[in-house]
T-cell receptor, first 115, second 109 residues
């Protein structure tokens, strides 16, 4: 299994631009999580989906952030417009069903720099 | 709300034992997790506790006391490759995890 796949791995953009981060979960997993990690705030949950349905988006910082999961094998996290304080590493994680219920598998992350 | 506290940094010697403590406060509780994260890499799962007691897995063990809101991760026979950040995370009533800021463990020869 290829594990959780994220793209791009690195993104450098200018303030005000739209940024789209992509995630492909592990095949067969039915839960998907988006996290953001910074030195100041650590690893924070932004939003998660069960069976492609958003369950809890209370961690999304503000309306500039949006996430979608159009099917079981793809999710996006969009920031529009981006700001320098959005600079962070964004991780996607997925979790399977019976037998794998408790463990979340993290992707390699996208390092975002907003200038 | 959720609050996870763990030490920022610890230093230990190769071959020794180290215990990393974590205290948590959550609205609802459905499990305590430990993850390892090497610099520049993704977190990887180490352990899960939902009942009181000790869970042992090779050189790593994790303990939970629900009444005290307390957990620890015990690493034995430390190796240089164990130098990493160790993240404590609690799951409340929902499925998402609340992470502490991590304990940076430095292993010295």
């Amino acid at each position: 299994d290829a594990g959780v796949i994220q793209s791009p791995r690195h993104e450098v953009t200018e303030m005000g631009q739209e940024v789209t981060l992509r995630c492909k979960p592990i095949s067969g997993h039915n839960s998907l999580f988006w996290y953001r990690q910074t030195m100041m705030r650590g690893l924070e949950l932004l939003i998660y989906f069960n069976n492609n349905v958003p369950i809890d988006d209370s961690g999304m910082p503000e309306d500039r952030f949006s996430a979608k999961m159009p099917n079981a094998s793809f999710s996006t996290l969009k920031i529009q417009p981006s700001e320098p304080r959005d600079s962070a590493v964004y991780f996607c994680a997925s979790r399977g069903g019976a037998g794998d219920y408790n463990e979340q598998f993290f992707g390699p992350g996208t390092r975002l720099t907003v200038l | 709300g959720q609050n996870i506290d763990q030490p920022t940094e610890m230093t230990a010697t190769e071959g020794a034992i180290v215990q990393i403590n974590c205290t948590y406060q959550t609205s609802g509780f459905n499990g305590l997790f430990w993850y390892q994260q090497h610099a520049g890499e993704a977190p990887t799962f180490l352990s899960y506790n939902v009942l009181d007691g000790l869970e042992e897995k090779g050189r790593f063990s994790s303990f939970l006391s629900r009444s005290k809101g307390y957990s620890y991760l015990l690493l034995k026979e430390l190796q240089m490759k164990d130098s990493a950040s160790y993240l404590c995370a609690a799951r409340g009533g929902a499925d998402g995890l609340t992470f502490g800021k991590g304990t940076h463990l430095i292993i010295q020869p």
